[in-house]
């Protein structure tokens, strides 16, 4: 496992907001560099062989206009793809639906940089109860998952080990991963009183052992 500050800090994280036809829809933008070629980090996303061993189990047609699903969490289609640069799918979990874009782009000492854009359409009072880091934090995890994966360490993703979430570093992890997201947040605009409020809250909802 990658050593959980180090991974923090080599994260990247913004917010903002974007005019769509249904309204204003909230922007979240998380982005890293890998120590690895633009050709195996698009494999790594892109091939069902390979996901599971740093996201989740993903079920479906993973092309242009195919219907995927992902084991346990959101389901979509893909609509747009151009490899090995990008691709960009609906983000359809709990009845709402919103959109992720994927870019890769090969960097000057020969790795890639990984970007992650989710827009959606966030009630307000949730947003006002959670703030970014409702999702912001699984993000997160899925950045910490590839980053070991690429590292050759671990088959399994860091959020589906119960043992490791449940632990000092997990714990560790998903509240530095918050207070990131806090600090994205003010940068944005939200005050911080109203900010750091909604981050206790998703800090609490990720470390909290279940039943406590």
């Given at each position: 496992m990658i050593d959980?500050?180090?991974?923090?800090?080599?994260?990247?994280?913004?917010?903002?907001?974007?005019?769509?036809?249904?309204?204003?829809?909230?922007?979240?933008?998380?982005?890293?560099?890998?120590?690895?070629?633009?050709?195996?980090?698009?494999d790594a996303c892109t091939n069902p062989e390979r996901l599971p061993r740093?996201?989740?189990?993903?079920?479906?047609?993973?092309?242009?206009?195919?219907?995927?699903?992902v084991e346990g969490n959101a389901s979509g289609t893909v609509e747009r793809c151009d490899p090995p640069k990008s691709f960009a799918a609906t983000w359809e979990f709990g009845g709402e639906v919103s959109w992720i874009e994927v870019r890769l782009?090969?960097?000057d000492d020969g790795r890639t940089r990984f970007q992650l854009e989710h827009v959606a359409h966030v009630k307000e009072e949730f947003w006002l109860q959670y703030g970014p880091g409702a999702a912001g934090v699984g993000w997160d995890l899925a950045m910490l998952g590839l980053a070991s994966y690429l590292a050759?360490?671990?088959?399994?993703?860091?959020e589906q080990n119960a043992a490791?979430?449940?632990?000092?570093?997990?714990?560790?992890?998903?509240?530095?991963?918050?207070?990131?997201?806090?600090?994205?947040?003010?940068?944005?605009?939200?005050?911080?009183?109203?900010?750091?409020?909604?981050?206790?809250?998703?800090?609490?909802f990720y470390t909290t052992p279940p039943g406590a």
């Amino acid at each position: 496992m990658i050593d959980a500050t180090t991974q923090i800090n080599a994260v990247r994280r913004q917010l903002g907001t974007r005019a769509l036809e249904a309204g204003e829809a909230r922007v979240m933008t998380i982005s890293q560099s890998y120590d690895a070629p633009l050709e195996d980090v698009w494999d790594a996303c892109t091939n069902p062989e390979r996901l599971p061993r740093w996201f989740a189990p993903v079920s479906g047609e993973l092309r242009l206009h195919g219907r995927y699903q992902v084991e346990g969490n959101a389901s979509g289609t893909v609509e747009r793809c151009d490899p090995p640069k990008s691709f960009a799918a609906t983000w359809e979990f709990g009845g709402e639906v919103s959109w992720i874009e994927v870019r890769l782009d090969p960097t000057d000492d020969g790795r890639t940089r990984f970007q992650l854009e989710h827009v959606a359409h966030v009630k307000e009072e949730f947003w006002l109860q959670y703030g970014p880091g409702a999702a912001g934090v699984g993000w997160d995890l899925a950045m910490l998952g590839l980053a070991s994966y690429l590292a050759g360490g671990g088959d399994a993703p860091p959020e589906q080990n119960a043992a490791w979430m449940g632990s000092d570093a997990g714990r560790e992890f998903a509240t530095a991963s918050s207070d990131r997201w806090y600090e994205a947040s003010v940068a944005a605009g939200t005050s911080p009183d109203e900010a750091r409020a909604a981050a206790d809250r998703t800090t609490a909802f990720y470390t909290t052992p279940p039943g406590a």
